[in-house]
């Protein structure tokens, strides 16, 4: 086989041959000249690499122990049987190895392994760090150099966790004490405010766009030193939309409609979540689809879905118009998805509303839209005209309690 890198006659081509003519691991050779795996890695490549001879530790200084701490907080270590693994993707390979250069006091070691798991139909590649279980625990002396401040740790948490949306910072954790400890850090020594949100894991999110300002500076130092990551969170690419589409059914009236629409009746509605941005250049989306998805069953379908929208909160009680819920659903969302762009709700299909409301920061300082607290209103009930409804000679009222 002819090596397309080279040109040399090879076996096959592998890591060893590629990095010595050009650099390359062998998967990135196979996406470079669109070449499925399965031509270049045979059955006995296939598997796990752990049979081969791992180094031990030394004593690890405080920059590896905050290196390995930021992704252990990212969801990128993983334990199995006497092995710990880091998890990295291929089009991320330097900063792979930049947390490469930073463990190697825990013995890491890279590997490219190939597996052929049931119902991929196709040979694919994982690239990870893998050491000695044993080489992360230890007895070790005090560090000889004081520790350093925990920017490290969350500098490395936030170049492996963080995503950038509508410049707003989103960072998931696997539990709530972690995001408790990431936002009391943020705060403390960043003056970053952070707002948690219920999206079925714990997520927070920078407050404000000067948040997010000022989180990327207190962390540049750390940030840029790492291969790709400052240019991630400062995009130069695409700006696009993507729709996700739901479905619910649901009841509804409207009151004092004068035709047949102030009767109870249902139906089946069809919204449109439009979400516009830049794409990132770490995972080739806009968001991730899944995340679209899941914000929009639990923030929306689950309270509409087999319920009459009137009842189902006291901003649509009066009228649930498509032109209210597509302003209460814009309400609902635009905590999650910052760069929410339209909603286009159908009643039916020869029915339909689009609306794009405000952006976060205008939602923010705005509040919520006055059309929906019309009977929420806490001065409902206390106009000068509501004494007439006693009688020709109207009694005073009670003052509003202040």
């Keep these: ?29 196979a996406l470079r000249h669109a070449l499925p795996l399965d031509r270049l890695v045979g059955p006995d490549a296939l598997g796990e690499a752990e049979v ?20 252990r907080l990212a969801g990128r270590v993983a334990e199995r049987g006497t092995v710990c693994r880091v998890e990295g993707e291929v089009a991320w390979l330097d900063l792979l190895f930049w947390d490469l250069a930073r463990l190697a006091p825990y013995g890491f070691r890279y590997r490219q392994e190939y597996l052929a798991e049931p119902g991929s139909h196709r040979v ?25 401040p925990p920017a490290l740790k969350y500098a490395t948490y936030v170049a492996h966790a963080a995503e950038l949306h509508a410049g707003y910072l989103f960072l998931p954790f696997v539990s709530p004490d972690e995001a408790d400890d990431a936002a009391q850090y943020l705060a403390r020594d960043l003056a970053v405010r952070t707002r948690r949100l219920d999206a079925g894991q714990p997520l927070l ?27 991630r969170f400062h995009p130069d690419t695409p700006t696009i939309s993507v729709t996700k589409e739901v479905v619910f ?67 649509l009680a009066w009228r649930s118009t498509t032109e209210l819920i597509c302003v209460y659903i814009w309400e609902r969302l635009i905590d999650y998805l910052p760069g929410l762009a339209s909603l286009t709700l159908y009643e039916t299909p020869q029915s339909w509303c689009r609306y794009s409301g405000p952006d976060l920061a205008a939602w923010q300082a705005l509040g919520k839209n006055p059309l929906l607290g019309r009977f929420t209103d806490p ?5 000068p005209w509501r004494p007439w409804q006693d009688g020709p000679e109207p009694k005073a009222r009670p003052a509003a309690p202040r």
């Design 1 to 29: 086989m002819r090596c397309l890198e080279c040109g040399s006659e090879v076996a096959a081509p592998d890591n060893r041959h590629l990095h010595a003519c050009s650099g390359l691991t062998l998967q990135e050779y």
């Design 52 to 71: 081969a001879p791992l180094s031990a530790g030394t004593v690890p200084d405080e920059p590896a122990r905050a290196v390995l701490a930021g992704l």
């Design 124 to 148: 694919m590649a994982r690239n990870r760090l893998v050491a000695h279980k044993r080489n992360l625990v230890g007895a070790w002396p005090p560090a000889t150099e004081p520790p350093p």
């Design 205 to 231: 999110r920078t407050l404000a766009l000067t948040d997010t300002e000022r989180l990327l500076a207190g962390l540049e130092a750390e940030l840029t030193a790492m291969p790709g990551v400052w240019a």
């Design 249 to 315: 059914d649901a009841a509804h009236f409207l009151t004092d409609h004068p035709a047949k629409c102030r009767n109870l009746h249902g139906g089946r509605y069809v919204l449109q979540v439009e979400v516009r941005g830049p794409i990132d250049p770490a995972t080739g989306c806009l968001l991730d689809y899944g995340y679209l998805k899941r914000v929009v069953n639990a923030r929306v379908v689950e309270d509409f879905d087999h319920h009459t929208l009137n009842y189902a909160t006291p901003d």
């Design 379 to 383: 001065a409902l009930g206390r106009s």
